[in-house]
């Protein structure tokens, strides 16, 4: 089994709509992020928490919230989905200290 | 952090060495020089990273110059499952925010029969 999981991999919702995305661990990482891809660009980090009580905003975190519900889980929701944020989402894991990352397979998020 | 410079794209023939180049002429002293790859819309993976002396591990080896403002990337046998954009990434092994890792344009690398 994946040590990162994301779910769902493929959304399509319309302009408005609430969407959260889910991210889930079986490495141990206290430390996770969520960044974003727009396509043909390299990834933007949206919002990190270096443990459960600790969640910080990252480069582009407007129009975005978090949740870190358990070392394992870390959810990102788009509270009012716009078009503008169509990109791949991806979430990563990390021990503390080390800047060796580890990905999840990504969601493909489509905003009409 | 330190910016990173890599050409855009690069040409490989399958079974030969790829070497992937990366400027990094405004490291410090602290910063680390990281070295992931994107296969097609996947997540990145993490390949190698170094300080100051030539690293190798099992995917690839890492070159960085005396001066660390450059390294390169070597693959020895590149595949074709090699094709890849290869991100080249400096950052302090300890930052403030969170160890964050700020990923460039990256150079896409086509490996070819």
């Known amino acids: 089994d994946a040590d990162v999981t994301q779910t769902p991999r493929n959304r399509i919702t319309k302009t408005g709509k609430r969407i959260m995305l889910e991210c889930s661990q079986t490495?141990?990482?206290?430390?996770m992020y969520w960044y974003r891809q727009d396509p043909g660009l390299g990834l933007q980090l949206i919002y990190y928490?270096?443990?459960?009580?600790?969640?910080n905003k990252g480069e582009i975190s407007d129009g975005y919230s978090v949740s870190r519900q358990a070392q394992a889980k870390f959810s990102l929701s788009l509270e009012s989905a716009i078009p503008n944020q169509t990109a791949l989402y991806f979430c990563a894991t990390s021990d503390p200290g080390q800047l060796k990352q580890f990905f999840g397979p990504g969601t493909r998020l489509t905003v009409l | 952090d330190a910016k990173t410079t890599q050409p855009p794209s690069m040409d490989c023939a399958e079974g030969r060495a790829a070497n992937l180049p990366c400027n990094h002429s405004t490291i410090s002293g602290n910063e680390y020089v990281y070295w992931y790859r994107q296969i097609h819309s996947q997540g990145p993976q993490y390949i190698i990273h170094?300080?100051?002396n030539n690293e190798t591990n099992e995917m690839a080896s890492l070159i960085i110059t005396e001066d660390r403002k450059s390294s390169t990337l070597i693959l020895p046998h590149a595949t074709l499952r090699d094709t890849a954009v290869y991100y080249c990434?400096?950052?302090?092994?300890?930052?403030?925010?969170?160890?964050?890792?700020?990923f460039g344009g990256g150079t896409r690398l086509m490996v070819k029969p």
């Open positions: 490495k141990g990482h206290d430390r």
């Open positions: 990434i400096v950052s302090p092994r300890h930052n403030n925010a969170g160890n964050m890792l700020t």
């Open positions: 170094g300080l100051k």
């Open positions: 928490s270096f443990d459960v009580k600790d969640i």
